[in-house]
């Protein structure tokens, strides 16, 4: 019995509770280490190798959308430069068009004028041609009551009325330059 008095009275000599104790302790821990801490190892490598998975899937895909966000300003730039050289080219084009319906215009105008000179050209020749007749035998039936003879003789009649409408063309053109001034 000394010796339990003994260990109950030194506190520094271990009991058999704390033997037991640390006995069970160092069997815990050693299942721990054989059984439980290679599952929690295999799972934090596991883990940490998904997470760097995932990091580098991330980077990877934070680089395309950063070259498709380049490729798509590229576009975008190219697309813009492109409309503008479409509107450019359409301007110019519309332009040439307007020009040339201009020129067209011009030059039916000039036509439909020239045409419709040619056309009272030759309806006032027409015309003057039947003043001349009309007025050549108003003018001989005339000379012909005023002088008292008759003016049937065909040749003195022409003479006649060529003598008359000189003299109407002569005044004819003096009242035009005159309203010309």
């Known amino acids: 019995m000394a010796r339990t008095s003994l260990a109950q009275e ?5 009991n058999l509770t704390f033997i037991a104790e640390l006995f069970a ?3 815990i821990l050693w299942v721990l280490a054989r059984y ?3 599952h929690i190892n295999r799972a934090m490598t596991e883990r940490q190798e998904a997470i760097r998975t995932q990091f580098a899937e991330l ?3 934070k680089a395309n959308a950063q070259e498709a966000e380049n490729e798509y300003r590229s576009q975008l730039a190219d697309a813009r430069h492109e409309a503008a050289a479409i509107r450019e080219r359409a301007r110019e084009e519309g332009a040439t068009i307007v020009a040339e319906m201009r020129e067209q215009a011009r030059a039916e105008s000039d036509r439909i004028i020239r045409q ?4 009272v050209e030759a309806e006032r020749q027409q015309v003057v041609q039947e003043l001349r007749t009309e007025v050549g035998t108003m003018a001989t039936t005339l000379a012909g009551r005023i002088v008292g003879e008759s003016l049937d003789d065909d040749e003195r009649r022409q003479r ?3 003598r008359f409408m000189s003299s109407l ?3 004819d053109g003096a009242s035009r330059s005159e309203a010309r001034r």
């Open 59 to 61: 980077e990877e895909a």
């Open 36 to 38: 439980v801490l290679p």
């Open 10 to 14: 030194n506190f520094l000599l271990p």
């Open 116 to 119: 419709a000179h040619a056309q």
């Open 25 to 27: 302790f160092v069997v």
């Open 169 to 171: 063309e002569s005044q």
């Open 160 to 162: 006649t009325v060529e």
